[in-house]
């Protein structure tokens, strides 16, 4: 169970620490300031995957007891050719693509330090960082629109 709350207090630190650094975001005062439907969508599939996540987390950790290890953990997502399917798409997708993803389109649309999303991942889930990153990138694209400078010719 200590594992468990050691990875709560991290994912809580990373994802507060992503609020922090991208907080120009989240202060008011520029049009487009209010969660759109779509952001409110990453959101709420965002908490809906983390719940979910700790859900069989603590299910897991209850069920192995002292046996519940990180080795443990991976041996299982490797059990049966469903869960080594799933598992792979998993590991190709949050360890290989996530990563380059955010950096390469987090330096074009904007959010500050987006390689952070993949740290929150570890701690998270992958649909929470995932999801969280589209909510960002979403409020950063109105931001950018909204702090355009007016052009002269206009």
Not at 48 to 64: D, H
Request: glycine share 8%.
């Amino acid at each position: 169970m200590i594992s468990l709350l050691i990875h709560a207090v991290l994912g809580i630190a990373s994802t507060v620490w992503m609020v922090r650094v991208n907080i120009h975001l989240f202060r008011g005062g520029w049009a487009g300031f209010r969660v759109t439907s779509l952001e409110a969508v990453y959101y709420a599939i965002a908490v809906a995957s983390v719940c979910l996540g700790w859900y069989f987390n603590i299910r897991y950790v209850q069920q192995y007891g002292h046996r519940a290890s990180w080795p443990n953990y991976i041996s299982l997502l490797w059990k049966n050719w469903a869960a080594d399917s799933a598992s792979q798409d998993y590991f190709f997708a949050n360890l290989l693509i996530f990563p380059l993803w955010i950096i390469s389109d987090g330096r074009r649309q904007g959010p500050r330090m987006p390689w952070g999303f993949f740290v929150m991942s570890l701690f998270t889930s992958f649909g929470f960082s995932m999801a969280g990153y589209l909510a960002f990138v979403e409020r950063q694209v109105r931001y950018n629109k909204a702090h355009e400078p007016v052009s002269a010719l206009s």
